[in-house]
């Protein structure tokens, strides 16, 4: 069997992923996604009703977990590390999904509780499943934990800046954590571990129940939004890069790329060069992500690439 970096698809029907937050929209796209790829999909919940149909349906198993609880976390992943084991196969995908959505409020009706859930289940619940994962697909065949964020992690100025900043601790976490396991795989710390790449997956507004207090607002600026499936498709995109670390802004027309985060150190080499600043002056100004989520009358699905052999994404 390869491993899941020395392949060119997910056909190979040896995969064991594990899912939190699968029953939800996004999460239960990127379950049924997997299994149509061929995966033995473990599915991390806390709703158990839900969970356990999902995993019917699937052929899939269910484990009752709360991504707040490392502990809970550990257990989920011993459980497919385990059935892994069992069936030949190899743990080396972790989709994170869990997440919330919720408003802190500002000043006189500032919430500083709901606040503290929003950090608890998008941030530290990030924390824990990444953390979980790592030691067991290190000690095995590497892989993929891919973390589903969001836009308002990169931008700030879309929505509620509560949500807004547990979204970019989820995203900070996972760049520093790839940072950091690529440091120790370039000084030789971590020898006989195998490679694991962490990404954030960060969709647009998604059609979830999470928007349905903003779709009056987003129905009257036209602003388009993205299916649970169009995420799944970027979820599959993303687990054929090599690239570490990286955060996926996902918007609806436009292709899926890696965002590009800011060299601090780069940027003060380049602030004391004269001329490195003079051509900085000149250059156009990108569009930032929120003017190019509100963009009106951009009503295309997202654009993803096909595979060029079919049968793993169905891009639109």
């Known amino acids: 069997m390869k491993p899941l970096n020395d392949r060119e698809d997910l056909l190979y029907g040896e995969s064991v992923a594990l899912v939190t937050g699968g029953t939800g929209g996004i999460g239960r796209a990127i379950v049924h996604r997997l299994k149509e790829a061929g995966a033995l999909v473990v599915i991390a919940d806390v709703d158990g009703v839900a969970g356990g149909e999902l995993a019917h349906e699937v052929e899939g198993i269910f484990v009752h977990c709360d991504v707040t609880e490392f502990d809970a976390v550990k257990a989920a992943v011993s459980v497919a590390a385990a059935e892994a ?12 999904n869990a997440g919330i959505a919720g408003d802190a409020g500002i000043g006189a009706d500032y919430n500083p509780a709901e606040l503290k859930r929003l950090m608890m289940v998008n941030f530290l619940g990030t924390a824990n499943s990444i953390n979980a994962a790592l030691p067991a697909l290190q000690g095995s065949n590497g892989g993929r934990i891919i973390a589903t964020a969001s836009i ?6 879309v929505v509620a800046w509560g949500y807004s900043a547990s979204k970019s601790a989820a995203i900070a976490a996972v760049e520093g954590m790839a940072t950091l396991l690529n440091n120790q795989k370039s000084r030789g710390a971590e020898q006989g571990s195998k490679e694991v790449l962490l990404h954030a997956l960060c969709p647009g507004f998604v ?14 600026n036209n602003v388009p939004v993205l299916e649970p499936e169009d995420v799944a498709d970027g979820f599959m995109q993303i ?4 690239e570490p670390g990286k955060a996926w802004p996902l918007l609806p027309g436009e292709p899926l790329v890696a965002h590009e985060f800011a060299d601090v150190e780069g940027f003060w080499k380049k602030y004391r060069a004269l001329n490195s600043l003079q051509r900085r ?4 100004p990108k569009k930032s992500l929120s003017r190019r989520l509100w963009q009106p009358n951009r009503t295309s699905p997202v654009n993803i690439r096909h595979n060029p052999r079919g049968g793993l994404f169905r891009g639109r």
């Open 85 to 96: 084991d069992k069936m030949s196969r190899r743990f080396d995908i972790v989709s994170h």
């Open 152 to 157: 308002a992690g990169l931008d700030p100025t």
């Open 207 to 220: 059609n979830t129940p999470q928007i349905d207090p903003l779709r009056e607002l987003l129905s009257s």
């Open 239 to 242: 687990l054929l890069s090599k």
């Open 281 to 284: 002056s000149t250059r156009q």
